[in-house]
């Protein structure tokens, strides 16, 4: 008779024994985390509770936990002010611009950089771009308001090319969206290459020489090898890109704004930060605008995600 032996049961191990376990295996990692888990506690997750004042009449003086409770009612105020249909407009047509000129460009620029053989010429163009990125906001403003301002030096040369009057350029309403536009551009095109140059070097070289084996010329090695192999990172970062569409950055914006302007630069989170405050501060009125803006831009991420995972099978999740 056949003594069958039972294999030795194996106890799970409990969760605090699998921290324990993880924390001593992992515990230099973790302690790098810390920080960083920290920052978005405080800053990201902490200030959540806020939210609540976008459905209050909000008092500083009772707080958030004494303040009345009026539902959806500055919502509708919002919806309802002749200042909505502005404003949206405006935070729209800046993003879609920038996106539609913006977005390209450090694309273009990183794959007309990866053509080039002179190694000192390539370092040189990317040292000059990438300069302008860590140039202040404040500063470019200022640059930007001596340079185009009535005998500022692009409003001369674009005056004596008969392109526009001899006048100040940011008190034109017409072209604030095309100045905004074109100086985000100026300023972020070579920090954008980055990424973009870093998952260049990782396309395999014998690729290219295979397609000039087969006879393939540089242009369409690009459109059959180049462009297919960064193709993730692009919808990646484009995603990310649509997904604050509604969040339009306002530190250059109220920095270039004046009231001759407004019906063309004045965006929700410009109105936010004039109307919150600039005198009024009326907090739970200015947190639901900002919430309205924060459920948008959610709701724009998730279906571009879904859209893109549908159409090419790259997705953020």
Not at 119 to 135: D, E, G, R
Not at 262 to 284: C, K, N, P, W
Request: aromatic share 14%; charged share 15%; glycine share 6%.
């Amino acid at each position: 008779m056949e003594i069958v032996k039972k294999a030795p049961v194996r106890h799970e191990r409990s969760l605090k024994e699998r921290i324990t376990r993880d924390w001593k295996q992992n515990k230099y990692i973790h302690l790098l985390a810390i920080p960083m888990v920290a920052y978005f506690l405080v800053f990201c997750y902490g200030p959540m509770y806020g939210v609540i004042m976008a459905f209050q009449d909000y008092n500083i003086v009772d707080g958030i936990s004494g303040s009345q409770f009026i539902g959806f009612d500055n919502f509708i105020r919002f919806f309802e002010s002749h200042y909505f249909w502005r404003l949206l407009k405006n935070t729209l047509l800046l993003s879609i611009n920038n996106i539609i000129w913006g977005f390209p460009a450090p694309i273009i620029l990183a794959l007309l950089l990866n053509e080039v053989k002179n190694k000192h010429f390539k370092k040189a163009v990317q040292t000059v771009t990438y300069l302008p990125h860590f140039i202040s906001a404040v500063v470019v403003c200022g640059m930007l308001h001596q340079f185009l301002s009535r005998d500022g030096f692009l409003t001369s040369i674009l005056a004596s090319l008969g392109l526009v009057e001899q006048t100040n350029l940011l008190a034109i309403k017409e072209y604030f969206r095309t100045i905004y536009i074109a100086s985000g551009i100026w300023q972020e095109i070579g920090w954008g290459t980055i990424i973009y140059l870093a998952a260049l070097s990782g396309v395999d070289e014998q690729l290219y020489e295979a397609a000039a084996i087969d006879g393939a010329n540089r242009f369409k090695q690009l459109i059959h090898i180049t462009l297919p192999s960064i193709m993730p990172t692009i919808v990646m970062l484009f995603i990310l890109r649509v997904g604050s569409v509604m969040s339009v950055g306002f530190e250059k914006v109220i920095l270039l704004y004046n009231p001759q302007t407004y019906e063309t630069a004045d965006i929700l989170s410009t109105y936010v930060y004039r109307y919150g405050l600039g005198g009024s501060f009326d907090y739970g009125y200015t947190t639901a605008i900002g919430l309205f803006t924060s459920v948008i831009n959610f709701i724009i991420v998730i279906s571009a995600n879904k859209i893109s995972k549908k159409v090419s099978e790259v997705a953020l999740w």
